[in-house]
């Protein structure tokens, strides 16, 4: 007979019933409106050589083709030619004038070109001349906040834990944020089973390489506290469980759950396994729970990432003293500072596949970027790579000249203090001097700290995360630039601390590609599309969470009360 320990919901039936939306799955990332292949690429290197060979032929083909008329005998080629001209791999039309076929070089769409540093120089002028008040002091409209408040705390049962079914080991990968989700549905899936939760292993990341462990970021004594009511949590599996697996962690099962489970599979998959073994292992065990879950379960969520995730004693005593340091920068204006997440470290811009403004160096250095991280994925067969139709989609990053200027337009002034939060920027130098031309009060974590403070975070990737996280959680504005789990769990988190409002503001990059590419705009009609973009994320700031979204940024309603309701 095959023994099934009791979880926190009761039977099998009980989870079913009260699961909404059980096995939802996170939206997939929309195609790109400009042809069927894959649009991650970038149109430099090798390629672009070959490119222009292949325009050359082509043009050739035709050219002969139409004087001859010898359509039947080349239609198969005629066809190929073609379909590649439809899916715009080939940078020239063939149009049909008055029965005469004429072939042109292809004029890039709008948006398609990084053109940003010439509208710079035009619109430069007006914005010195144009600093008469900061947006910082009206940035966000008080009618737009709805008076949340946090009650996550509510929904926790305060009864006595049961007897444990057994000891769930997890691993959590990828960066700072990433683990942090890991950690938190951990959390749940233990309250869940009425499982004992081992502290969270942390994987070594190929991309983050980053060595730490969990005490090493989070504070793993008030972790342990926090949640004593709702789950058992133990800082190493006891030495008799051990044994049983030869003293080796690998030695225990694996249980290989799919993304998004829902918990009717992990009452009906996992816990017969807990209960029989006394302990199991989810590696990896990233997005393993769906999103919609019973609301006790979605409680465990809340309070795991809300109220128990504090960071370590030596990441807060340095991020308290940088956020005392930029509220003390910013006198001029209250105190209030903004803080930008800014994505255009070497990586981030070779993997967007974007162009920008640095020739045939900067194609050369992509390239070399991406076979470094990304061994052979950019570079198979078939794979079409089109800079242009990313940027016209939105997809790449943000310049931080882009950003200077977009907030500029915003009405954020020179006297604006603004913090960078950000990896290593490519060609620093050259791409942060307009930045810090229109915002002269300018910091980093390399700046408002020491380098004696910041010693012993150096190469570790997710403790110097952790710094820019909390000097950004405390901005009076925060903006995001690329989108990831780092600013999705920070608009989350503002969210939680400012009555419902993340005080974001999320730009549409697709409206900046065309904006960015119009040499003829003048500063007041950028400034109004700036404005305009500002009071949308205002809008957009009190969101509720939909059933395919995550609480970990849309906190409401699962783990806040309307200010009424909670009084």
């Not at 430069?124 to 008080?142: G, I, R, V």
């Not at 006790?296 to 003293?321: V, W």
């Not at 070399?368 to 790579?385: D, M, N, V, Y």
Request: proline content about 5%.
């Amino acid at each position: 007979m095959q023994m099934h320990g009791l979880s926190r919901l009761g039977t099998v039936r009980s989870v079913s019933a009260t699961a909404t939306g059980a096995s939802s799955s996170p939206p997939s990332s929309p195609r790109l409106r400009h042809g069927r292949n894959k649009n991650t690429g970038f149109g430099g290197g090798r390629w672009g050589k070959q490119q222009n060979l292949v325009e050359r032929l082509v043009l050739v083909v035709i050219s002969v083709v139409f004087k001859r008329k010898r359509l039947l005998l080349l239609a198969p080629l005629l066809y190929i030619t073609g379909m590649l001209l439809y899916m715009g791999s080939l940078g020239f039309d063939v149009v049909d004038l008055n029965s005469v076929v004429v072939v042109r070089k292809r004029t890039p769409p709008p948006g398609s070109l990084y053109t940003s540093p010439q509208l710079f120089q035009k619109l430069w002028p007006f914005m010195e001349a144009n600093a008469t008040h900061n947006a910082l002091t009206m940035a966000w409209n008080p009618k737009v906040h709805q008076g949340w408040k946090p009650c996550a705390n509510d929904s926790i049962s305060k009864a006595e834990l049961p007897k444990s079914n057994g000891f769930l080991i997890i691993e959590a990968n990828g960066g700072l944020n990433q683990q942090r989700l890991s950690i938190c549905d951990a959390v749940a899936v233990a309250g869940l089973l009425n499982a004992t939760l081992v502290i969270p292993i942390f994987h070594l990341n190929s991309v983050w390489r980053d060595s730490s462990k969990f005490g090493d970021i989070f504070d793993e004594d008030f972790f342990i506290h926090a949640l004593r009511n709702n789950v058992n949590v133990v800082k190493e599996l006891p030495a008799d469980i051990l044994e049983r697996f030869d003293n080796n962690i690998s030695s225990i099962v694996n249980l290989r759950v799919k993304a998004w489970s829902s918990p009717t599979y992990y009452i009906q998959k996992v816990l017969p396994k807990l209960v029989q073994m006394r302990a199991v292992r989810i590696a990896p065990f990233s997005n393993r729970l769906a999103h919609g879950v019973p609301s006790y379960i979605q409680g465990l969520r809340c309070f795991g990432n809300f109220e128990t995730m504090r960071f370590s004693e030596p990441i807060r005593t340095l991020a308290e003293k940088m956020v005392e340091r930029m509220v003390k920068n910013s006198s001029q204006t209250g105190g209030k500072y903004v803080s930008v997440h800014l994505r255009f470290e070497t990586d981030m811009v070779a993997f967007s596949c974007c162009e920008y403004d640095g020739g045939e160096e900067e194609r050369r250095e992509m390239d070399i970027a991406r076979e470094r991280s990304w061994r052979g994925k950019f570079r198979k067969r078939g794979r079409i790579l089109r800079p242009g139709a990313n940027r016209v989609d939105g997809k790449c990053p943000l310049t931080p000249l882009e950003v200077g200027m977009m907030l500029r337009g915003m009405g954020f002034d020179n006297t604006t203090s603004v913090y960078v939060a950000a990896g290593k920027i490519y060609k620093a130098e050259k791409y942060m001097a307009p930045l810090r031309q229109m915002f002269p009060r300018l910091e980093t974590k390399d700046t408002l700290a020491t380098q004696e403070e910041l010693a012993a975070f150096k190469g570790h990737s997710s403790r110097l995360a952790a710094l820019d996280y909390t000097v950004c959680l405390h901005s009076e504005v925060f903006v995001t630039t690329q989108g990831g789990n780092f600013p999705h769990f920070l608009m989350g988190h503002r969210r939680y601390l400012y009555g419902g409002h993340a005080k974001t503001i999320k730009p549409d990059k697709r409206k900046l590609a065309l904006l960015f590419d119009s040499p003829d705009i003048r500063w007041d009609e950028f400034k109004r599309q700036m404005q305009d973009m500002r009071h949308h994320s205002d809008a957009k700031g009190s969101e509720l969470r939909k059933p395919s979204a995550s609480l970990y940024t849309f906190p409401m309603p699962d783990c806040m009360c309307k200010q009424s309701e909670s009084s």
